[in-house]
T-cell receptor
Framework: DSGVTQTPKHLITATGQRVTLRCSPR?????VYWYQQSLDQGLQFLIQ???????AKGNILERFSAQQFPDLHSELNLSSLELGDSALYFC?????????????FGDGTRLSIL | GQQVMQIPQYQHVQEGEDFTTYCNSS?????IQWYKQRPGGHPVFLIQ?????EVKKQKRLTFQFGEAKKNSSLHITATQTTDVGTYFC???????????FGPGTRLSVLP
């Protein structure tokens, strides 16, 4: 158990819809990362937050947004969903926002778009 | 942008055989991390290498960081069935804005 909690575990929705994925980091960790894992694209870094502030932005689509709240949990919002958004979405956390921090991954949310 | 490649894509070995996966970055890395993902699981941090030419060992696993800090390798001695999974290398791009994972090497170990 990594200590990172993601909900829900599974999500099934339709094209054009909007969903919110939630992540609670390990106790004491201040930084949260979001990733998308699909068979054809592998593990893609989306975005990182540190103590409520955006720290790094990777390959995140404009239809996607995220935030980190004062209690340090984070949410990833996906809107105008397309079939290609079907993937496993991981959240990870680290103790600080530095570039030398090990990341601890949650179990992921599997998103299926019908 | 930065690209990270890994070879081989797949490796099937008999239990007890050795295994090596190689990671190559298109740009110099400040550090490199290795993760393992078991089938149906999530990535788990294994190790981080920072210094040029650094070698680190964890039991049967040996990790190396190249002198130019553009490549790395993971070697497993005498594989066991518990080693099954996909091994990823990863590093931050030059601007510290994108954490790039390699495509991974999927290891299968036949008992």
């Amino acid at each position: 158990d990594s200590g990172v909690t993601q909900t829900p575990k599974h999500l099934i929705t339709a094209t054009g819809q909007r969903v919110t994925l939630r992540c609670s980091p390990r106790s004491g960790d201040l930084s949260v990362y979001w990733y998308q894992q699909s068979l054809d694209q592998g593990l893609q870094f989306l975005i990182q937050y540190y103590n409520g502030e955006e720290r790094a932005k990777g390959n995140i689509l404009e239809r996607f947004s995220a935030q980190q709240f004062p209690d340090l949990h984070s949410e990833l919002n996906l809107s105008s969903l397309e079939l290609g958004d079907s993937a496993l979405y991981f959240c990870a956390s680290s103790s600080s926002g530095g570039r030398n921090q090990p990341q601890h991954f949650g179990d992921g949310t599997r998103l299926s778009i019908l | 942008g930065q690209q990270v490649m890994q070879i081989p894509q797949y490796q099937h070995v008999q239990e007890g055989e050795d295994f090596t996966t190689y990671c190559n970055s298109s740009t110099t890395l400040s550090n490199i991390q290795w993760y393992k993902q078991r089938p149906g699981g999530h990535p788990v941090f294994l190790i981080q290498l920072v210094k040029s030419g650094e070698v680190k060992k964890q039991k049967r696993l040996t990790f190396q960081f190249g002198e130019a800090k553009k490549n790395s390798s993971l070697h497993i001695t005498a594989t066991q069935t518990t080693d099954v999974g996909t091994y990823f290398c990863a590093g931050w791009d030059n601007y510290g804005q994108n954490f790039v994972f390699g495509p991974g090497t999927r290891l299968s170990v036949l008992p």
